[in-house]
């Protein structure tokens, strides 16, 4: 075992318990989220969009208009 006690790390942990992980390959640990929904919910939380954020910026501020520059020109260059 490495120095570090981070439980987290798969070199901490038991071999027998690494590879019952493995085995596992890409099934979800979780129930929730999303994908536990029926589709209606989902499409309702969808069509809300940004409304329910807690509004980083104030409407029509320099700052809102900058932070939508940026973000548009960080996707542009592909």
């Known amino acids: 075992m490495s120095g570090n006690s981070n ?19 890409g099934e979800t640990s979780t129930t929730g989220g999303f994908a536990s ?21 104030e409407k029509g501020s320099e700052a809102a208009k900058e932070a939508g520059r940026k973000g548009g020109l960080s996707g542009a260059s592909s």
Do not use: D, H
């Not at 439980?7 to 019952?20: M, Q, S, Y």
């Open 37 to 57: 929904m029926p589709t209606e919910q989902v499409q309702e939380i969808a069509s809300e969009g940004g409304k329910a954020s807690s509004g980083s910026f």
């Open 7 to 25: 439980p987290g790390n798969f070199a901490n942990r038991p071999k027998e318990e690494v590879e019952a992980a493995a085995k596992k390959g």
